[in-house]
């Protein structure tokens, strides 16, 4: 009776608007012996009502009859509405003891309705013992058990498949209205994948570390690890945001890095935070959500605004039930953190946010946690607390070098080792050009010439390279690019931005990076060209560098403007005819380096030369011919900012070039 019940409810559900969110959330329905079509023992029941003295008849006893009118009706009404449902009908297979005989109360046709959609299984029991089971090893509670299992798992990926939508589309609005085009994971990942098993442990098993990380009593928040350049303080971090994550803690990561716009500012790191805890904490993503919702603006390169807007407002107002870390490598590279900390010293005691923070040796960064009260852990990388990991990165690659004898090795990573002087960099450095070495002797040679200090192996690398005439123009092309960039570009971008530079095609430039420009450039797993560290940039942008190879900032961005400027002003970008003729969804295909020329181009004409007459009847031809097609590519991006931006930028140069050019003239 109760399957009948059962039904009803669902036609009624299905037909009524009010309940049409309930109705659209039936998934299935399971009918253990249920009378669809009635049953032939509901004219005895009714006899037997009637003859009671105790019992009186039941009108819905009549409703039970084979093929009754309210029987007949509901299946009729059901039929229309079980479109999507899952139907699991089970029938009884023994006969129930009724006193004077034994019969099968509700036979299988109609326990069964008969539809598509329907499954049918048997139970080996009577109509009272269908949902009664002797123990979990009883057949029929484990036929059952299954069949609740396989809709379990039917659920749970149609609704994961649902949220995951539903969580994929609030994180890409989310994504875009915070800006963030580049995800953190891809440095995290490049760090981890370069780091070996069982470095940087020494780190995270300290008795300092551990009690930071605990958070408990009167710990200070911030956990300030210094070092000198190239050291390992990067990798580090790395491992310290795995360990926090494989304990299941809560942690958002940023990497700064001095020539990438958008990993240099503290609001970009802010904006990186806010999308990293609103992709794992549901309040925090809800609360994100509700500010794009309302219209709540936020300043991109404003810190304070999205401080207050994004944290103080929304972020740490949410329930914090366990402590959260933030971990933030080479703080000192990026320009204004001189407003970080005291933004950090404000947070109320009672979030339990725990910081790690890296950097070279600043004496501002002690300042400012004096003078903002601000307590921390402090902690130096010397060379002997890094010395166990560079031995063991040494050892794990010798074997790669042409010697047999152990004590040899052995001699040789303790020699590499005394030079390094704590330097992961320099020791990385020499171990390439040992892999160039054929005998012992070459070995000893490259150890006795190489340079302890890293300006002179950079001096020394630079050296070499210019023995190879043939390579130094694609070689100048690829360090000024790579120096240049605002933002790391990607090989295929670097391949074509080189093509225009030097009208030189470099089909294998993935290989041809590393080689031609001494292992100072390198191409991580997103096929992103980079520097293999921040030193590289400041030692070649070196005002006092004698060298070939040198970057005078001025001329090489002004050299990069023309390659953008000549690029945008190209046939390639002028809006094509064939949209006239109704073709106008075709998207012509373009440049990989053209989304880097649209979007990025102002960066580099405002750092160039402003006496350069050439370069403004450049930017007044590409106006001329092709700016409407540069405002659609950019627009097709979904991000608006950087149309203002390139106006901030063009304004800044020409009010720069009007101090000595005049604006007025045959041009």
């Known amino acids: 009776m109760g399957g009948l019940v059962v039904k009803k409810a669902c036609i009624l559900a299905k037909h009524d608007p009010n309940l049409n969110e309930l109705a659209s959330r039936f998934h299935s329905i399971y009918f253990l012996a249920t009378p669809h079509r009635g049953a032939d023992s509901a004219q005895l029941l009714n006899r037997i009502l009637k003859a009671s003295v105790v019992f009186n008849a039941k009108d819905y006893v009549n409703d039970l009859i084979p093929n009754s009118r309210a029987i007949q009706a509901i299946t009729d009404d059901f039929r229309h509405v079980v479109h999507g449902l899952q139907l699991w009908s089970f029938y009884e297979t023994v006969k129930t003891n009724m006193g004077v005989s034994q019969a099968l109360v509700v036979e299988k046709d109609s326990a069964t309705l008969g539809f598509p959609e329907e499954r049918v299984q048997l139970l080996n029991a009577d109509h009272r013992h269908v949902c009664k089971f002797k123990d979990a090893s009883d057949n029929n509670y484990l036929s059952l058990r299954n069949a609740f299992i396989l809709t379990i798992d039917q659920i749970e990926k149609k609704w994961l498949a649902l949220s995951r939508a539903?969580?994929?589309?609030?994180?890409?609005?989310?994504?875009?209205?915070?800006?963030?085009?580049?995800?953190?994971?891809n440095d995290l990942r490049n760090l981890l994948d370069r780091q070996m098993e069982g470095t940087c442990e020494w780190f995270t098993s300290d008795a300092e570390f551990k009690i930071w990380r605990a958070g408990v009593g009167k710990v200070p928040k911030l956990l300030w690890l210094s070092g000198k350049p190239a050291t390992g303080k990067s990798t580090i971090a790395a491992h310290v945001v795995r360990q926090i994550r494989d304990s299941n803690l809560g942690c958002s990561y940023f990497f700064f890095k001095h020539g990438d716009r958008t990993k240099s500012s503290v609001a970009s790191m802010l904006r990186s935070f806010a999308y990293q805890m609103a992709s794992t904490n549901p309040q925090i993503r809800a609360e994100i959500a509700s500010m794009h919702d309302n219209g709540t603006s936020i300043d991109s390169d404003d810190e304070r605004t999205?401080?207050?807007?994004?944290?103080?407002s929304r972020i740490f107002r949410t329930d914090f039930h366990r402590p959260y870390f933030w971990v933030i490598d080479a703080l000192d590279e990026c320009g204004d953190f001189s407003c970080f900390l005291p933004m950090l010293a404000k947070i109320d005691k009672s979030i339990p946010l725990q910081v790690f923070v890296t950097s070279r040796p600043s004496s501002v960064i002690q300042t400012l946690l004096l003078q903002e009260k601000l307590p921390a852990l402090a902690k130096e990388m010397t060379a002997e607390s890094s010395s166990g990991d560079i031995w063991s990165v040494l050892e794990a690659n010798t074997p790669f070098l042409p010697i047999d004898d152990p004590a040899a090795c052995q001699r040789l990573v303790a020699r590499i080792l005394d030079k390094s002087n704590?330097?992961?960099?320099?020791?990385?450095?020499?171990?390439?050009?040992?892999?160039?070495?054929?005998?012992?002797?070459q070995i000893q040679e490259v150890?006795?010439?190489?340079?302890?200090?890293?300006?002179?192996?950079?001096?020394?690398?630079?050296?070499n390279m210019a023995l190879v005439p043939r390579n130094q123009k694609l070689a100048q092309a690829i360090l000024r690019w790579t120096v240049c960039a605002v933002r790391p570009l990607t090989v295929e971008e670097l391949k074509e931005a080189i093509r225009l530079d030097l009208e030189e095609v470099v089909p294998r430039l993935e290989r041809a990076v590393e080689s031609v420009c001494g292992h100072l450039i390198h191409v991580d797993r997103q096929s992103r060209v980079q520097l293999v560290h921040e030193t590289v940039r400041a030692f070649l942008i070196k005002d006092d560098l004698a060298s070939e190879f040198a970057i005078n900032r001025i001329r090489e961005h002004s050299r990069v403007t023309d390659v953008c400027i000549q690029y945008l002003c190209s046939d390639e970008m002028r809006s094509s005819r064939f949209r006239r003729h109704g073709n106008a969804t075709r998207a012509p295909k373009r440049s990989a380096f053209a989304h880097y020329a649209c979007v990025h181009f102002s960066e580099h004409v405002m750092r160039s030369s402003s006496s350069n007459d050439n370069q403004i009847v450049a930017l007044d031809t590409f106006f001329s011919k092709n700016v409407l097609t540069w405002v659609e590519i950019v627009a097709q991006g979904g991000n608006l900012y950087f149309l203002t931006q390139t106006a901030k930028n063009l304004k800044a140069y020409m009010e720069r070039r009007a101090k000595y050019r005049s604006p007025l003239g045959h041009q």
């Open 166 to 185: 539903g969580f994929n589309d609030t994180m890409r609005t989310l994504a875009s209205y915070l800006g963030q085009n580049d995800m953190p994971d």
């Open 306 to 312: 999205i401080w207050r807007s994004a944290f103080i």
């Open 422 to 441: 704590g330097c992961f960099l320099w020791a990385s450095l020499v171990l390439k050009e040992l892999e160039t070495t054929h005998s012992e002797q």
């Open 447 to 463: 150890l006795d010439s190489v340079p302890s200090e890293m300006d002179n192996l950079y001096t020394r690398i630079l050296q």
